[in-house]
């Protein structure tokens, strides 16, 4: 059994920054074939990826939205056991729980695994 567990969260103003962190245990994944990803969700609000990461075929690609691009950088460490999110310029409305997830089908579609949120909010 893969288990996610987030950290690093808080309380910034804006144009702060926070780094966020995803820590894996249990059943390990392939490093080099799996789909990771940082979502967040605000109350009353729909889910939404914020950063993905999909190591494939001895390549490793990076995702954003618009909302983050620029801003928020996602890695890991090596050996993988670790997934972070650097955020910068933290604005109010990045205020939400943040998740972290995992597809080890490496498709960043479906993702299995999801750890339990760390919060984050950010003071105008």
């Known amino acids: 059994q893969v288990q996610l567990k987030e950290s690093g969260g808080g309380s910034v103003q804006a144009g702060g920054s926070l780094k966020l962190a995803c820590a894996l245990s249990g059943d390990t994944y392939n490093p080099n074939f799996v789909c990771m990803g940082w979502f967040r969700q605000a109350p009353g609000k729909e889910r939404e990826v914020v950063a993905s990461?999909?190591?494939?075929?001895?390549?490793?690609?990076?995702t954003y939205p618009d909302s983050v691009k620029g801003r928020f950088t996602v890695s890991t460490d090596t050996p993988w056991n670790t997934l972070y999110l650097q955020m910068n310029n933290l604005k109010p409305e990045d205020s939400a729980m943040y998740y972290c997830?995992?597809?080890?089908?490496?498709?960043?579609?479906?993702?299995?695994?999801w750890g339990q949120g760390t919060q984050v909010t950010v003071s105008s």
């Open positions: 990461l999909k190591r494939r075929g001895g390549r490793t690609s990076t």
């Open positions: 997830a995992a597809d080890p089908r490496a498709t960043c579609g479906t993702f299995d695994h």
